[in-house]
């Protein structure tokens, strides 16, 4: 397809069923919370939850100043805890190193924990209308059906080099919208595209995974507060082996401390 015929395409249909989203002209820090929210998590669960977080704390060293078993507990719901441990260590930095602004260089942006390549130039972009080239779920089915009809295995570094030419300097903010929606237009009207991504895997299933049992243990702490494993083993349902393996990824990660016995969630 040539890049002048996609650019119209694929802006044709923003213009006609563009999708709107609260964080969408959201300030450069709501902009960072949704890219923590949305990994990995469909936009529908995340909005409420963006909604509340932002009204609790609406700047960096808002949340910085919280304790980590309150943010834990507003994040309950949205899974993989230690997006929400790395969004709050990311607050500290940008409070006490950034006077409260989200940088908008993607290497500064990548130094924070929990940022990699693709939520780096998603804030550049998103926040600062940056020109910044990155690829996420519903960019990659849109490259991969509209350049790569039939073909299986696309790697991203055979889309990279399409983004790039197609990307509009002027206005990268509209452009990766556009993107977006219509990747996630596709999904409803084909197979999914991804499916012929090199990269592509398919989730396992949650109920009865060891990332069920670990937010299991946390909204237990959170709830109830510190705890012994017995205690534990009655709140979280989860069988004493189970449960004591949890502890020590807990333990590992930083996301739980113990100390005579007793678990609690560990602090910044």
């Known amino acids: ?22 964080w969408r002209g959201a300030d450069p820090w709501g902009v960072m919370v949704s890219e923590f929210m949305l990994q990995q998590t469909q936009t529908g669960r995340v909005i409420p939850f963006w909604e509340k977080w932002m009204q609790k704390w609406p700047k960096p060293e808002s949340l910085a100043a919280a ?17 929400c441990r790395n969004l709050k260590n990311s607050a500290a930095i940008i409070a006490k190193d950034h006077n409260g602004k989200v940088p908008d260089d993607t290497r500064v942006l990548r130094s924070l924990p929990g940022i990699g390549p693709y939520i780096a130039g998603a804030i550049a972009c998103f926040a600062y209308n940056s020109p910044a080239v990155f ?4 960019i990659r089915s849109t490259i991969i059906h509209c350049f790569f009809p039939g073909k299986n295995d696309v790697k991203d570094s055979e889309i990279f080099p ?7 300097r ?11 929606d219509y990747g996630a237009a596709l999904k409803k ?38 705890s012994s494993a017995k205690e534990l083993i009655i709140t979280s349902g989860l069988e004493e082996e189970k449960l004591y393996r949890v502890l020590g990824r807990l333990q590992n990660e930083s996301m739980v401390c ?5 678990y609690r969630i560990r602090e910044i």
């Open 189 to 226: 009207l084909t197979p999914n595209p991804n499916r012929r991504s090199a990269h592509y895997s398919k989730q396992s299933p949650f109920i009865g995974s060891f990332r069920q049992a670990r937010g299991r243990v946390i909204r237990a702490l959170v709830s109830v507060g510190p």
């Open 135 to 138: 690829i996420e779920t519903n």
């Open 258 to 262: 113990e100390a005579g016995g007793i």
């Open 1 to 22: 397809m040539d890049i002048e015929e996609f650019r119209k395409i694929v802006l044709s249909n923003y213009r006609h069923a563009g999708r709107e989203f609260p």
């Open 162 to 168: 399409i983004l790039e030419a197609a990307l509009d």
């Open 170 to 180: 002027s206005d990268p903010r509209t452009w990766y919208y556009a993107l977006m």
């Open 67 to 83: 304790s980590m078993e309150e943010v834990l507990g507003a994040w309950s719901g949205l899974g993989y805890n230690h997006r």
